[in-house]
């Protein structure tokens, strides 16, 4: 089972150019999330989706953008990176927001800005 | 605001048992979550609690207290595969889940 799978695993930016972070789950969730993760911070939701064609922001959505065409897939787009961007990003999928339902996550992307 | 504290760091001995502790303030509450995340991995999940006590799970139990905001995580007959990162999620008013900074746990031999 593939589960969550996130490309890139790396990438290297330089200031102000964009890129597109792919995010894929093969187990019919509805919800899917991106976080980031930073060194002594916990993870903060950028932009989450409570199924396909909606999408809402999340604690710290400035700067990114997220679509989800299909239930499957959810996109997050970085239109001109800045290095504050430099993080490790993690895709998340869950069946429901109810109960013990936990969040099933993507092994990260490794993101810098240069 | 909204607030889960952990220890940053915990150094156990192997075959011992070590608790990690959560305290939260969150707008609301609806279940606190342990993962626990290897160096360089994806979170995976441990364990949930919504009611007030003890939820076992092999060699891994989770208490809550809804009342005093706390959560601990038990591990016993700690291996060196434990090493790991260890993350208290508490679920708020808007089924958002709100993360702890982790407790990286160091397991020596």
């Known amino acids: 089972n593939a589960g969550v799978t996130q490309t890139p695993k790396f990438r290297v930016l330089k200031t102000g150019q964009s890129m597109t972070l792919l995010c894929a789950q093969d187990?019919?969730?509805?919800?899917m999330y991106w976080y980031r993760q930073d060194p002594g911070m916990g993870l903060r939701l950028i932009h989450y989706?409570?199924?396909?064609?909606?999408?809402a922001k999340g604690e710290v959505p400035d700067g990114y953008n997220v679509s989800r065409l299909k239930k499957q897939n959810f996109l997050l787009g970085l239109e001109s990176a800045a290095p504050s961007q430099t993080s490790v990003y993690f895709c998340?999928?869950?069946?429901?927001?109810?109960?013990?339902?936990?969040?099933?996550f993507g092994d990260g992307t490794r993101l810098s800005i240069l | 605001g909204q607030n889960i504290d952990q220890p940053t760091e915990m150094t156990a001995t192997e075959g011992a048992i070590v608790q990690i502790n959560c305290t939260y303030q969150?707008?609301?509450?609806?279940?606190l979550f342990w993962y626990q995340q290897h160096a360089g991995e994806a979170p995976t999940f441990l364990s949930y609690?919504?009611l007030d006590g003890l939820e076992e799970k092999g060699r891994f139990s989770s208490f809550l207290s809804r009342s005093k905001g706390y959560s601990y995580l038990l591990l016993k007959e700690l291996q060196m595969k434990d090493s790991a990162s260890y993350l208290c999620?508490?679920?708020?008013?808007?089924?958002?889940?709100?993360w702890g900074a982790g407790t990286k746990l160091i397991i020596k031999p």
């Open positions: 998340a999928s869950s069946y429901s927001t109810a109960g013990s339902q936990p969040q099933h």
């Open positions: 969150t707008s609301g509450f609806n279940g």
């Open positions: 989706s409570v199924g396909e064609g909606t999408t």
């Open positions: 609690n919504v």
């Open positions: 187990m019919n969730h509805e919800y």
């Open positions: 999620a508490v679920k708020d008013s808007n089924y958002q889940l709100i």
